[in-house]
């Protein structure tokens, strides 16, 4: 790219081509924008910008910020959907896979883990009660009889119905 074909031959080229975009730091622009237009020699260059043109450089700019947040926004639900099956996981670390029970009732899944120890002292018998018991709602549209549950070896409760769950149910669950 030539910088200005009339009046100089300085080939250069655009920052906005290689994605570097310096702002202007000068008490005349408040608002940041591309200086690509430095690269070119002093007849050519266009003089300050107005105040217009700050305002549509700053408009432009908080529309493509929240236009990557909502970008961000549906790539997390769009992850969700490509797990739809699982609808939480519950760490129950402390307890043997016999010691937890999981129902299922009322629209809701309770986990329940307890567990008991027996210690012999100088002084007799000593008893250590240890109980979690954490609970969920389940979405609409998922049926009682279609939960299904597995406790994996790092006692590690994963909740899941067979049909699909939508993103914006598994937010109520939160």
Do not use: W
């Not at 210690?119 to 609409?140: A, D, H, M, Q």
């Not at 939960?147 to 598994?170: A, D, F, H, Q």
């Amino acid at each position: 790219m030539s910088c200005c074909p009339k009046i100089c031959d300085v080939q250069t080229h655009c920052l906005c081509d290689i994605n570097l975009h310096p702002q202007c730091c000068c008490l005349l622009h408040p608002y940041p924008h591309c200086l690509c237009d430095i690269l070119c020699c002093r007849p050519c260059r266009p003089l300050c910008l107005s105040t217009l043109e700050r305002k549509a450089i700053r408009a432009k700019i908080e529309a493509e910020q929240e236009l990557a947040r909502i970008r961000r926004r549906v790539c997390k639900m769009m992850a969700a959907c490509s797990r739809p099956k699982l609808l939480a996981l519950m760490d129950v670390k402390g307890f043997d896979p016999e010691d937890i029970t999981v129902k299922v009732q009322d629209g809701k899944v309770k986990v329940c883990a307890e567990h008991e120890e027996e210690f012999k002292t100088c002084r007799g018998k000593e008893y250590n009660y240890s109980t979690v018991t954490k609970e969920i709602c389940l979405p609409p549209g998922i049926c009682e009889n279609e939960v299904t549950y597995t406790i994996g070896p790092t006692s590690l409760v994963r909740i899941e119905s067979p049909c699909c769950v939508p993103p914006c149910c598994l937010l109520g669950l939160l």
